[in-house]
Nanobody, 120 residues
Framework: QVQLVESGGGLVQPGGSLRLSCAAS????????MGWYRQAPGKQRELVAG???????NDADSVKGRFSIYRDNLKDTVYLPMDSLKPEDTAVYYC??????????????WGQGTQVTVSS
């Protein structure tokens, strides 16, 4: 089994900053794609930012220049610093990882979600 542990959400004023982190652990042989999605009330879950297996990042247009994902491969952890936060960034943020385990079974995993609220 693979666990994704998220941290860093909270309440922040518009223009403020937060940093999300997601650490993967457990039965991991290789992590392919890994990144962050978010879901606001009444909306579909959407990709925020992520790494492909080749290391290429993919950021949503709405967060370009404000969010900048990076990772620590030794710790199987991705970080998402978020600057210049806007009320429309309010959502539950979910970590996602595409993992092959030591039995060579590839599966998709989700974290439990962390709430980010941007409000004055």
């Amino acid at each position: 089994q693979v666990q994704l542990v998220e941290s860093g959400g909270g309440l922040v004023q518009p223009g403020g900053s937060l940093r999300l982190s997601c650490a993967a652990s457990g039965n991991i042989l290789r992590i392919y794609n890994m990144g962050w999605y978010r879901q606001a009330p009444g909306k579909q879950r959407e990709l925020v930012a992520g790494f492909s297996s080749s290391g290429v990042t993919n950021d949503a247009d709405s967060v370009k220049g404000r969010f900048s994902i990076y990772r620590d491969n030794l710790k199987d952890t991705v970080y998402l610093p978020m600057d210049s936060l806007k009320p429309e960034d309010t959502a539950v943020y979910y970590c996602n990882a595409d993992v092959t385990n030591r039995y060579y079974i590839r599966s998709d995993y989700w974290g439990q979600g962390t709430q980010v609220t941007v409000s004055s």
